[in-house]
């Protein structure tokens, strides 16, 4: 009798185990599938933040973009009416060239043409040095 009750209770442990034992799988299986989820979860986040900050970027490089082009606008404006204002001048000066016989006047008053000449030229010279110094600020 008492035979039986040590097989009945060594089956009873085994059964104990057996059960313990896949109850405790059934929680490491839930907790792999929680992770799992979690790590879907983290990676979905990743997702939407770089698309995100790539709209937010994308969005910063349109505007500097019209900025720039603004900007580009303007000054093409103001090249424009300095291209007017030069080719206006040119005429003018055209004009005046042609009223007077300049050979004529440098070799009856050759100080005379030879100092504007070169005022001319230094004038010239001084505009061609401004625009072309590295160190001038916009």
């Known amino acids: 009798m008492f035979g039986i009750n040590i097989y009945a209770m060594v089956a009873a442990g085994v059964l104990i185990a057996v059960l313990a034992g896949a109850i405790y799988i059934q929680k490491i299986w839930h907790d792999e599938e929680i ?3 979690d790590i879907l979860i983290n990676e979905l986040n990743v997702k939407i933040v770089a ?16 900025t720039a082009a603004t900007i580009q606008r303007e000054e093409r404006a103001l090249l424009a009416d300095r291209l007017i204002a030069t080719e206006a ?9 042609s009223r007077h016989d300049l050979d004529r006047l440098a070799r009856r008053k050759p100080g005379l043409i030879e100092r504007r000449i070169n005022a001319g030229t230094q ?16």
């Open 123 to 138: 004038e010239v010279w001084n505009e061609f040095e401004r625009i072309t110094d590295p160190r001038r600020v916009r």
């Open 51 to 66: 698309e995100t900050i790539a709209r937010e970027v994308a969005e910063h490089n349109v505007a500097s973009m019209k």
């Open 35 to 37: 992770v799992r989820k």
């Open 89 to 97: 001048e040119r005429i003018a000066l055209e004009k005046l060239f």
